[in-house]
């Protein structure tokens, strides 16, 4: 089983919609749990990060963490073009300062 | 806003060479890193640095590749002898280590092995 599951993609949508992005991971250590934004040929930029069960809202983002299903999902709320990049699921081990496990990244594409 | 800069952009180089990249951290972290994206692949670790050493690395982190903070401000990443499989955007990334923070990365260099 792999550390860490994510849906390639790509997944595309209208302007406007709703998008669910999620990752499934298997290690019980993980305890904090990021989301990055990577737009085409640039570094990962944090989106979202929490480090509990339940749901974070930050403007149009909601990320929400099940740790009894090792199952995150980030929710983005009338979606936009600019959105178009890939997400990835990002956990750190036991702290912050461990080395992150990414997944493999979803791929969205808004069209307006 | 800090942020974390890298040189060069992009790095084209004959296979069996050697490469040193370079990244500057965001200023009060102490943590460093070295991740690298081959294309179409994932993000993936290769080696931290804390308090003048390597803190961890991974697998993928063998003897031809060396890491160095040569003064207080650039970290580098040597690869001696470059191999095509070597072809990868290179992204460093800086930690300041306090309470609920995360790693923050820079814009990555593009190396091309020939």
């Known amino acids: 089983q792999k550390e860490v599951e994510q849906d390639p993609g790509p997944l595309s949508v209208p302007e406007g919609a709703i998008v669910s992005l999620n990752c499934t991971y298997s290690n019980s250590a993980f305890q904090y749990f990021m989301w990055y934004r990577q737009y085409s040929r640039k570094g990962p930029e944090l989106l979202m990060y929490t480090y509990s069960s339940g749901n974070k809202e930050d403007g149009r983002f909601t990320a929400q963490v099940d740790k009894s299903s090792k199952y995150i999902s980030l929710f983005i709320r009338d979606s936009q073009p600019s959105d178009s990049a890939t997400y990835l699921c990002?956990?750190?081990?036991?702290?912050?300062?461990?080395?992150?496990?990414f997944g493999k990244g979803t791929r969205l594409s808004v069209i307006a | 806003e800090p942020e974390v800069t890298q040189t060069p952009s992009h790095q084209v180089t004959q296979m069996g060479q050697e490469v040193i990249l370079r990244c500057v951290p965001i200023?009060?972290?102490?943590?460093f890193y070295w991740y690298r994206q081959i294309l179409g692949q994932k993000v993936e670790f290769l080696v931290s640095?804390?308090?003048?050493?390597?803190?961890?690395k991974s697998e993928i982190f063998d003897d031809q590749f060396s890491v160095e903070r040569p003064d207080g401000s650039n970290f580098t990443l040597k690869i001696r002898s470059t191999k095509l499989e070597d072809s990868a955007m290179y992204f460093c990334?800086?930690?300041?280590?306090?309470?609920?923070?995360?790693?923050?990365f820079g814009p990555g260099t593009r190396l091309t092995v020939l």
């Open positions: 990002a956990f750190p081990g036991y702290s912050g300062n461990t080395p992150l496990v």
């Open positions: 640095f804390y308090n003048n050493e390597i803190s961890e």
């Open positions: 200023s009060n972290h102490l943590y």
């Open positions: 990334a800086s930690y300041r280590d306090r309470g609920q923070d995360t790693q923050y």
